[in-house]
């Protein structure tokens, strides 16, 4: 009985070991003069609006109706299983993205002169994220592009 209960003790600590890696979510996001916040010096971000290339990733392109194009981005995003809408504004769209245990915040502003939504997307927790942000991404425009001729 003593074995059982040691074993329920530890499999319970590492279970909430293991819920810490979500971490809080970040107080300093969100479109600011038309930008977003930029990435921190570890390798775990990218974004369509540095000149840093470990971190410069392209923004969306699109063509057409800028909301159209906007909306066509908040249809991809609600569809992946991995993607929860945190806010939703007109020109600006912010998600948590979900890697097994992690965490991720990713962040779309539309640029309405340039044609393009921006892009960021970073972990919360850790150093590197092995290039998961960039891929997840580069997912997301593949997404976006195959629906614009549809």
Do not use: W
Not at 11 to 20: I, K, P, R, S, V
Not at 67 to 94: C, E, H, M, N, Q
């Amino acid at each position: 009985m003593k074995n059982i209960t040691a074993r329920i003790v530890v499999m319970t600590l590492g279970l909430l070991g293991l819920a810490g890696c979500a971490g809080e979510r970040p107080h300093n996001l969100g479109a600011k003069a038309g930008l977003l916040a930029p990435c921190p010096n570890s390798p775990n971000c990218v974004s369509s609006q540095t000149e840093n290339e470990r971190h410069r990733i392209a923004p969306l392109a699109f063509s057409g109706d800028p909301d159209a194009a906007f909306a066509r981005l908040k249809l991809v995003v609600s569809g992946r299983s991995d993607t929860t809408i945190v806010d939703d504004s007109p020109d600006y769209l912010r998600v948590e993205l979900r890697t097994m245990l992690f965490v991720d915040d990713g962040e779309f502003l539309l640029d309405r002169t340039n044609a393009v939504i921006h892009v960021r997307s970073a972990s919360r927790l850790g150093y590197s994220d092995l290039g998961k942000n960039r891929s997840r991404l580069e997912e997301i425009r593949g997404q976006f592009l195959a629906l614009e001729g549809k």
